[in-house]
């Protein structure tokens, strides 16, 4: 639901950044976006097409690449993804933020970020 | 005379790379950190009351204040998309209040608190209640820079808000499950309910409450910290 506002925030950020570099043009923008937030795709895309319409980033490509969720274990140490409660009726698997190995409550390293990786420019 | 040092620059019509490494929901986070501050800074206990439309928000909030307001000067950030409809009610109770309208935005986010702090007297206030927008995705991206995050769930919601919403559980401090009252009638296990949110957040402290006849309030003041 809030795509909009953090596609518009990136819309800005990388007209700036194009700027500073008097660039022509934006051709491809990399975005990672952890699987712990809660910003959907397709609806990042769309919010893309119809911000970067009329400005230097029309027709440019943005890739979404989907991050993994990273959790440590601060009692036995365990670090790595988290479990997934994957019942089908839920449709979506729901991540659990319980150590996997013994069941302690764990720490969110990794997956909550929408960072713009890299831009690519046409000077 | 140091050498003249060579700098590369690409040519007109080159394409290049450059990497930013910018999360986007960081500037959300900074303006968070900073109203935090602020609000520390002037010995403010704020508290963002989160929940889905009809959980028991506002009700929730008018029961502490009535609880509260002999203790402690209280305010109200209330957030709305539209209308005053909640502000005019928690005004009633006594405490001084202040409407949120974020027009077409499905959450408060740390710059609209950042701009309601600026336009009430610091110095005058005690306890801060923000009441965020009636939604269970959105306000938990969006810190405010509150002590404590509270989400508001209601047995009438059924028994699976928990899994369905886990990340705005993650996120909170303090989970109520609201209106136990009509556990019974709605055939909700208040256990299993509780066990589920507590399977997505481990740390969660749940506290079960019915703010239409008063049970469970004083424990959640303790919780906060309040009482």
Redesign the interface.
């Known amino acids: 639901m809030h795509e909009f506002s953090i596609m518009s925030q990136l819309v800005e950020k990388v007209i700036e950044e194009a700027r500073k570099r008097d660039a022509k043009r934006v051709l491809e923008i990399e975005l990672d976006v952890g699987q712990l937030s809660f910003l959907n795709p397709e609806q990042m895309r769309f919010a893309y097409n119809v911000l970067s319409k009329g400005t230097i980033l029309e027709n440019s490509r943005l890739i979404i690449n989907i991050m993994d969720a990273h959790v440590r274990c601060e009692v036995c140490g365990f670090d790595g993804k988290p479990d997934y409660v994957d019942d089908a009726s839920y449709h979506v698997s729901t991540p659990l933020f319980l150590c996997p190995v013994c069941g302690s409550p764990v720490e969110v390293l990794e997956g909550k970020g929408c960072i713009i990786k890299r831009v690519r420019l046409e000077l | 005379m140091p050498d003249e040092i060579e700098v590369i620059v690409?040519?007109?019509?080159?394409?290049?790379?450059?990497?930013?490494?910018?999360?986007?929901?960081?500037?959300n986070r900074k303006i968070a950190e900073e109203n935090k501050q602020l609000l520390e800074k002037h010995r403010i206990r704020a508290i963002d009351v989160m929940g889905s439309v009809g959980s028991g928000k506002t009700t929730l909030i008018e029961r502490l204040i009535g609880l509260l307001k002999d203790k402690y000067r209280i305010a109200v950030f209330g957030g709305d998309v539209t209308t005053t409809i909640d502000a005019e009610r928690l005004k009633r109770s006594g405490a001084k209040t202040l409407q949120i309208n974020t027009g077409k935005?499905?959450?408060l986010?740390a710059n609209l608190v950042r701009k309601a702090l600026s336009k009430i007297d610091l110095n005058d206030i005690d306890v801060l209640f923000i009441e965020n927008v009636g939604?269970l995705?959105?306000p938990?991206?969006?810190p405010l820079g509150t002590d404590s995050r509270v989400v508001v769930i209601s047995v009438t919601e059924g028994p699976y808000t928990p899994?369905?919403h886990?990340?705005i559980f993650?996120e909170a401090d303090v989970a109520v499950i609201n209106k136990i009252d009509l556990a019974g009638t709605m055939d909700v296990d208040v256990d299993e309910l509780e066990a589920k949110i507590k399977?997505?957040?481990?740390?969660i402290v749940v506290i079960r409450t019915s703010c239409k006849t008063g049970e469970g309030i004083e424990k959640v003041a303790k919780v906060l910290g309040l009482l």
């Open positions: 690409p040519d007109k019509g080159e394409v290049f790379d450059i990497e930013l490494e910018e999360d986007l929901l960081e500037a935005e499905c959450h986010d939604n995705i959105c938990a991206e969006f899994l369905k886990p990340y993650m399977k997505v957040s481990p740390d």
